[in-house]
C-alpha cells in the first residue's frame, strides 16, 4: 500500500478552493437605504396584491373543502383523474398518487359555493362515475372541512407564526443584546411578510403545508442571523475603537462564504423540490425558496442595521 507523502519543511500549506474569500471587501452598509426602501416597496406591492385579490389563494385547509381516498382494481392515470374531476362546480382540485401502484389517489376538492362543502364530495365521485364507469373504484375516505374549521386553523397558523417569531426575538435577546433581539424579530416579520406577498402575487395556493414552510423560513433566517450576531459580538471584542458600522460591515464580509454557501445549497434543494416534487408540494418548494433568499438578505439588510441604528438607544458595547 502507497505511502502519502510528507509535505516538505517549509513549503506554503495547500490551498483549497474558494467560493468567496475570507473577507471580501464589501461595503454593505452603504447600501442599507437603497434596501430598506426596496425592503418597504416588496412588503407594500405584496399586501396590495393581497388586497386586489380579496385575500389570499386559501386552499382547502383554511377555505373549506372535501378529501377523498379512492382506489381502483387496475393502474391508473392521474391525468384521467383530473380531467374526470374538471366540473364548473369543482375548483381547486388536487390529486395526489399515494402509492399501490397507481392505483390509490388522494382528490382534495374546493367547492365553488363553500356553503355546500358536502356537495363537492357527491360531484367529485359523479364525475369519476362518469370517466370510469359505476363501481370501478372505491373511496377509503372522505373528510370535510367546513369554513369555521378552516378559520380556527387560520388564526391557529397565524398565532404559530407569530408566536414562533416572538420567541426567536427572545431568544436573541437573551444570547446575544436586546438590541439583536429586536433587530432579529424585525427581519423575521420582514420575511413573512414577504413570503405572504410573493405567494399572493403569483396565486400561490395557501394551506397547511405553506405554514410550515413559513414556520421553516423562520427558523433558517434567525440561523444565519445568529451566526452574524455572533461574529459582531467577536468583533466589538477586539475592535473596540472602531465605529460599530465598520464592526457589522466586517462582520458581514467574514461570515459571507458561510452564508453563501449555506443558503445557496438550501434554495438548490427547494429549487428541485420545486420542478421535481410535483403539484402537490409547489406552495410548500416556492415558499421555502423565497423565504430562503428573503432571509439571507435580511440578516444583513435588516436585522443588521437594526442594530447599528439601536446602538446608544437600546444596549451597549460589553
Known sequence: MATPTARPAGAPPPRFFELIPPNPGIDFIRLTIPMIVLSWTLILVGLASIWMHGGLNYGI??????????KFPQTTAIADIRAALD???????????????????????????????????TSARTGLQGKFGEGSFDVLRTETVGPKVGKELWRD??????????????????RFDLRFGIGAAVALVHDVLITIGVLSLVQMEFDLTTVAALLTVVGFSVNDTVIISD?????????????????????????????????????????ALFFLGGPVIH????????????????????????????????????
Not at 96 to 108: P, S
Not at 231 to 259: D, F, G, H, Q, Y
Request: hydrophobic share 50%.
Open 231 to 271: 461574529r459582531i459580538r467577536e468583533n466589538l471584542a477586539k475592535m473596540r475603537k472602531e465605529p460599530l458600522a465598520t464592526i457589522v460591515n466586517t462582520s458581514i464580509n467574514e461570515t459571507l462564504s458561510r452564508t453563501v454557501i449555506t443558503s445557496g445549497t438550501a434554495v438548490l434543494v427547494t429549487v
Open 61 to 70: 385547509d383554511f377555505a373549506g373543502g372535501t378529501l377523498l381516498h379512492v
Open 283 to 318: 406552495s410548500f418548494a416556492f415558499a421555502l425558496m423565497v423565504g430562503f433568499i428573503i432571509g439571507t438578505y435580511s440578516s444583513i439588510y435588516v436585522a443588521a442595521p437594526i442594530v447599528i441604528y439601536l446602538e446608544g438607544r437600546v444596549g451597549r458595547r460589553p
Open 157 to 174: 397558523a397565524t398565532l404559530a407564526v407569530l408566536a414562533s417569531t416572538i420567541l426567536m426575538g427572545i431568544y436573541i435577546w437573551f
Open 87 to 121: 366540473r364548473p362546480d369543482l375548483r381547486e382540485v388536487v390529486v395526489q398518487d399515494v402509492g399501490g401502484g397507481g392505483r390509490e389517489f388522494q382528490i382534495r376538492v374546493l367547492a365553488k359555493d363553500v356553503e355546500k362543502q358536502d356537495a363537492a364530495a
